[in-house]
């Protein structure tokens, strides 16, 4: 059973900075860490999950217009973990951030970590 832990959350002020990261483990028959593919999500209070930020296992990248030019996605297969650097913070930034690995048709969901950007 793959496992996602994520950690790097917490209170930042507006026009901060956050580094978010996602260790992965429990991989078995084969398929290795690399051959997931990688999304950070995320759920505001009273609103629905919305996906922040894709990583193929080809290295492709996708994010949401709303977090374009202010969040990188990165991952580190020797490491077994993906990244959301999160700069130029905004209050509606805030939110519980999830990652994601996806395998065909099956998904694995962490724990989720609460970024509160306030002053």
């Known amino acids: 059973q793959v496992q996602l832990v994520e950690s790097g959350g917490g209170l930042v002020q507006p026009g901060g900075s956050l580094r978010l990261s996602c260790a992965a483990s429990?991989?078995?028959?084969?398929?290795?860490?690399?051959?997931?593919?990688m999304t950070w999500n995320r759920q505001a209070p009273g609103k629905e999950r919305e996906l922040v930020a894709t990583?193929?296992?080809?290295?492709?990248?996708n994010y949401a217009d709303s977090v374009k030019g202010r969040f990188t996605i990165s991952r580190d297969n020797a490491k077994n973990t993906v990244y959301l650097q999160m700069n130029s913070l905004k209050s509606e930034d805030t939110a519980v951030y999830y990652c994601?690995?996806?395998?065909?048709?099956?998904?694995?969901w962490g724990q989720g970590t609460q970024v509160t950007v306030s002053a």
């Open positions: 429990g991989f078995t028959s084969g398929f290795t860490f690399s051959m997931y593919t």
């Open positions: 994601k690995a996806r395998r065909s048709i099956f998904d694995y």
């Open positions: 990583i193929t296992r080809a290295g492709d990248i």
